[in-house]
């Protein structure tokens, strides 16, 4: 590929390649750490007040159950020794009232108990508050908390009910009367729960006096600290409430901090990017957190340089068509300013031919442009299949040998096997990739040439491929320019070639096809016995298809 007149256009420095998309930590979504912080944080506190509700909740329906078999032992006993010291008469025994009120006002009765007395017939017999001479006090809470307090109670009471589901309730509510008359009915302790006539719950616990089977009266027991018990506990809970606030209060920081706040910065970063214009504006560097956040500021930053470069490439490359399309269009104003002047009819022709010339080179080089521009949208709009790369390449040489000329070099395909070699491409992208090398290969062939198109197995990086060598019989390339010859409008013209008959982009949409197919393309040139370049040799390396 040796030539007297070289046109280099070379593409800057490419910014150095980000970090391949698959070095990020892919996680489902159900198991990432972000999702497991959230849910978390958020249950963290509504667990803390599950958990207080639970305890509670026991707490409560131990101590109710607790006062209840209190009230039933003392009753009994105290049934029991009524039975004994205060019964009369037989063969039909009776309880003696009188009697029966000496030995209530004799015995030691519970601070929190009530001790009622009845006959059967229901009527009240003796009364403990009455015997000695008991009075309620109540202390009342400070005026100026005292409707506060109540309304906590309530709130909270109300609260308690419907996290339970409904009233925690266990003993259906009985006024004293039926109480006394279930007792008498039963034979047996009744327990039951109402309110008093203070409108304050109690629990009481009848227990029948007997003497053998014969109920002589019913002892009721009465506990009046069960409100106390249950604003004890409510006012328990409110260290949980509290708790469950603060936590949650906690979280919700936690969250806008570590979360929201930086999706925030990469939102308005990723605003800036777009109305930045010819400004650069940069995304947030997240990546040191190893979460999703951390992911989305990696591949936001990643996308966001690879539109910059894909900018710069347009700038340059819009840069490079200006002036290559210059070119032409000011050797085609020469001559045509030169063709008014000039009568020879010799110097007309060249003048004409020049014309001729130029024109077709600049058709050349808009359609190449044209093609290069349009090959990001197919690459992204265009979906693979399967192709038989062998015979691609066969039908491809036998097109070449139907149309060759008499002087152009011939074209020969070989392959090692005649078993198909599938790889996953767009065929008529990789089709372009394999002409373009044959046509550049025929130009820099000698008259009666050779082109030679070859197909072997091989591998690239571990994985089984498919490797394409085309070789021509022309001087080869300059060793310094095996890498540029791939840049974009990088021409060589070999002697007596045609000016113009190259643009310099069908090698580098070449290796923009093949990169994309994720494969890989490289030159070198062939070298003969006695050490001297005989040619030059492309070679096209593409991942077998699974």
């Keep these: 590929m040796a030539s007297d007149i070289v046109t280099r256009r070379a593409e800057a420095d490419a910014p150095p390649a980000a970090p391949a998309a698959d070095a990020r930590r892919g996680r489902p979504l159900a198991f990432s750490a972000l999702t497991r912080l959230i849910f978390l944080a958020n249950l963290g506190g509504l667990l803390v007040l599950i958990l207080g509700s639970l305890v509670l909740n026991e707490m409560r329906q131990g101590l109710i159950e607790a006062r209840i078999a209190s009230l039933r032992g003392e009753g009994e006993l105290i049934a029991n ?110 327990s039951a729960q109402r309110m008093d006539e203070d409108n304050e719950r109690v629990i009481s616990v009848s227990v029948p006096v007997q003497r053998v089977q014969r109920v002589l009266g019913v002892l009721m ?117 030169t063709l008014a002047a000039v009568e020879d009819p010799a110097a007309r022709k060249r003048l004409l031919d020049v014309l001729t010339s130029d024109v077709s080179r600049l058709d050349r080089l808009i359609s190449d442009i044209s093609r290069a521009s349009r090959l990001d949208a197919e690459l992204a709009r265009e979906t693979g299949a399967p192709v038989d790369l062998r015979a691609m390449l066969r039908d491809i040489a036998d097109l070449y040998k139907a149309v060759q000329r008499d002087g152009e070099a011939d074209v020969r395909f070989d392959s090692d096997s005649d078993e198909p070699v599938t790889v996953w491409a767009l065929e008529s992208l990789l089709s372009n990739v394999f002409r373009n090398l044959l046509d550049n290969a025929r130009t820099f062939s000698p008259p009666g040439g050779a082109v030679r198109i070859a197909l072997r197995r091989a591998t690239l990086d571990g994985e089984p491929a498919a490797e394409v060598t085309v070789e021509d019989d022309g001087p080869g390339i300059p060793p310094e320019n095996l890498d540029t010859v791939f840049e974009r409008f990088y021409t060589q013209r070999p002697k007596g070639a045609a000016f113009g008959s190259h643009s310099g982009l069908g090698l580098s949409i070449a290796r923009e096809i093949v990169e994309a197919h994720r494969g890989r393309i490289r030159a070198e040139n062939r070298v003969g016995e006695d050490g001297r370049r005989c040619g030059a040799r492309f070679v096209v390396t593409l991942r077998q298809a699974p």
């Design 81 to 190: 020794v009524l039975a004994e010291q205060a019964t009369s008469g037989e063969p039909e025994t009776r309880l003696d009232r009188d009697q029966a009120r000496e030995l209530l006002g004799q015995l030691y009765l519970p601070d929190f108990a009530r001790v009622r007395l009845y006959s059967p017939t229901g009527e009240l017999i003796a009364d403990s508050w009455r015997l000695t001479d008991r009075v309620r006090v109540r202390e009342l809470p400070p005026l100026a908390t005292f409707g506060l307090d109540l309304h906590l109670d309530d709130a909270l009471e109300a609260a308690m009910d419907r996290l339970r589901g409904g009233s925690s309730e266990s003993f259906t509510p009985e006024t004293a009367e039926e109480e006394v008359a279930s007792a008498i009915a039963t034979g047996g302790p009744v």
């Design 221 to 337: 027991l009465e506990s009046s600290d069960v409100e106390a018990i249950v604003a004890a506990e409510r006012r328990a809970l409110a260290p949980f409430v509290a708790a469950a606030f603060v936590i949650t209060l906690i979280t919700s920081v936690l969250l806008t901090w570590f979360i929201a706040r930086p999706l925030q910065r990469l939102a308005r970063a990723a605003d800036q990017v777009r109305r930045a214009g010819a400004r650069r504006a940069a995304i947030p560097d997240l990546s040191n957190r190893h979460d999703d956040i951390g992911d989305l500021s990696r591949a936001l930053r990643e996308m966001t340089e690879a539109l910059y470069a894909r900018i710069d490439a347009i700038e340059r490359f819009a840069a490079d068509v200006s002036h290559e399309i210059k070119n032409p269009l000011t050797s085609i104003r020469s001559a045509a300013e």
